[in-house]
Each structure stands twice: as structure tokens, then as C-alpha cells.
């Protein structure tokens, strides 16, 4: 099995373009999520989603759009890019969505650079 | 935002030592705690739960210490495939949210 799979796996941008970063499993996971990662801090949440056609904010959803297109599949989008939103994003799955009781288990991340 | 403290190193240590590091946090509510690695350039993988009577898992030993609000991992008889970044991860009952470490940094040397 693949787990976790994203695409692109790295990326540059202009400030003000727009891309779609893609994430799916095949785990047959209900709980998906996206992170961002920047140096000399820890994960944060960007968006969830509990479960298949719901999705939710987490701690730093500005500049940026979801879709839980299926189960297996959950898209992050940003609309204008921003130098601040250069970043590694990760996208994460877990089983039932026990809000931390459970494993997640992680993309192998997508590079994002926008100049 | 709740805080999840820990040393980002480097630490340093000899191929075959002990090494022990610790993670604080700031809401005594929290309920679930996790080790995570990190390799260079790669997705976190959980490395072991954190269970309120401590754990262990062949060289790893994980403890809780509510009282003071940390959790510590001890890593016997390092190997060199132990380098990487060490991840806490906490979770308060109330709150979907993880709250992630910045991660602590082992090196081990041959």
C-alpha cells in the first residue's frame, strides 16, 4: 500500500499565483488533515476534516481552501500565494478521527517556495 | 496558543550511550501525549505513545509527569540510526488540535 501519497513534491511560485496541492490514502481513512512546517517551529493545523464532506479550520486556515473530494482524497488550495506561505506541507490521515487518541500518519511532504 | 516546549539541541552523543530528553507543556489539561521522529527531509512517524504509567518499547522508555507538566523520552544503547528529531506531541481532550514541538535534534556519532 502507498499510505499517504502528495503531489507536487516541490514547488515554486510567484507571489499572487494559485496551485493546488493534492493528498490521497488508501488506508480507507475517515480523518485527514493538512499541516504546515516551518523551521524552528512545531506542526501547526491548517485544515481538517473529520470525515467525508466536512472539513473544518484549524490554527492557521488564512490564504488558504480545502476540498474533501472523497474519502480517499484531500486538496489544499492557495489562491494568491504569499512569501509567507513558503513552507513544507504535510497532509496526514488517521482512522477514525479520535481527535489525538490515534495514530496519523503523514505525507512525504510537499516544498513550497514563493519568491 | 498552548505551548509544547523542547530543547531543539543538537545533542551530541556517542554511538552505544543513553540519552534523555524532555518535552513541557503548558495546559495541565491535556489528556494524550506522543513521541514522534522526524528523518532529515521526511514525514514525522509516530515513534510511541506516552501512557500515564510510562512505557517502554525495546530501547525506548517513555514517562509522564503530570505534577510538572513534562514527558520524557530515554533512548538506551543508541544506535546511528536513532539521528533524527524527536517530536512531542500533545492533545487536550477538549480540542481536535495536536500541539507539536519543535523537536529536538539527536545526533549519534560513530
Known amino acids: 500500500n502507498a499510505g499517504v501519497t502528495q503531489t507536487p513534491k516541490f514547488q515554486v511560485l510567484k507571489t499572487g499565483q494559485s496551485m493546488t496541492l493534492q493528498c490521497a490514502q488508501d488506508m480507507n481513512h475517515n480523518s485527514m488533515y493538512w499541516y504546515r512546517q516551518d523551521p524552528g517551529m512545531g506542526l501547526r493545523l491548517i485544515y481538517y476534516s473529520a470525515s467525508e464532506g466536512t472539513t473544518d479550520k484549524g490554527e492557521v486556515p488564512n490564504g488558504y481552501n480545502v476540498s474533501r473530494l472523497n474519502k480517499r482524497e484531500f486538496s489544499l488550495r492557495l489562491e494568491s500565494a504569499a512569501p509567507s506561505q513558503t513552507s513544507v506541507y504535510f497532509c496526514a490521515s488517521s482512522p477514525r478521527g479520535s481527535w489525538g487518541r490515534e495514530t496519523q500518519y503523514f505525507g512525504p511532504g510537499t516544498r513550497l517556495l514563493v519568491l | 496558543r498552548k505551548e509544547v516546549e523542547q530543547d531543539p539541541g543538537p545533542f551530541n552523543v556517542p554511538e552505544g550511550a543513553t540519552v534523555a530528553f524532555n518535552c513541557t507543556y503548558s495546559?495541565?489539561?491535556?489528556?494524550?501525549f506522543f513521541w514522534y521522529r522526524q528523518d532529515c527531509r521526511k514525514e514525522p512517524k509516530l515513534l510511541m505513545s506516552v501512557y500515564s504509567s510510562g512505557n517502554e518499547d525495546g530501547r525506548f522508555t517513555a514517562q509522564l509527569n503530570r505534577a510538572s507538566q513534562y514527558i520524557s523520552l530515554l533512548i538506551r544503547d543508541s544506535k546511528l540510526s536513532d539521528s533524527a528529531t524527536y517530536l512531542c506531541v500533545v492533545n487536550e481532550d477538549s480540542n481536535y488540535q495536536l500541539i507539536w514541538g519543535a523537536g529536538t535534534k539527536l545526533i549519534i556519532k560513530p
Open positions: 495546559n495541565s489539561a491535556s489528556q494524550s
